[in-house]
Nanobody
Framework: QVQVVESGGGTVQAGGSLTLSCVISKYQFSANCVAWFRQVPGKEREGVADLYIVSGVSFLADSVKSRFTTRQKGKNTADLEMNTLKPEDAAIYFC??????????????????????WGQGVQVTVSS
């Protein structure tokens, strides 16, 4: 069974940096895509970044473009590097792995994230 595990959450001051990692086991990592989402309690889930692993193409939401980067780090790990963090970036961050390659979209978020393999999420807190 596919397992998705995030790590690296924590508290950082505004303007600081944090890197989240997502390790996915029992998954055809190199042929698929992995995305990061975030959610604040009471608000809708928001897509943050998507990495189409086979091509290395990443897609970033406008709200984080130029501040966040996602890339493959190792055989089955994807990182989300977050710089110049703002208080509005505070949320629970989730890593999601596409159910299969056909769901992947180069230059966008993969289709039907509700069908994805999800991690448990990590808390990111940004103090002002």
């Amino acid at each position: 069974q596919v397992q998705v595990v995030e790590s690296g959450g924590g508290t950082v001051q505004a303007g600081g940096s944090l890197t989240l990692s997502c390790v996915i086991s029992k998954y055809q990592f190199s042929a698929n895509c992995v995305a990061w989402f975030r959610q604040v309690p009471g608000k809708e889930r928001e897509g943050v970044a998507d990495l189409y692993i086979v091509s290395g193409v990443s897609f970033l939401a406008d709200s984080v473009k130029s501040r966040f980067t996602t890339r493959q780090k190792g055989k089955n790990t994807a990182d989300l590097e977050m710089n110049t963090l703002k208080p509005e970036d505070a949320a629970i961050y989730f890593c999601a792995a596409a159910p299969r390659p056909s769901f992947c979209i180069s230059g966008g978020f993969f289709a039907d994230p509700d069908l994805a393999y999800w991690g448990q999420g990590v808390q990111v807190t940004v103090s002002s």
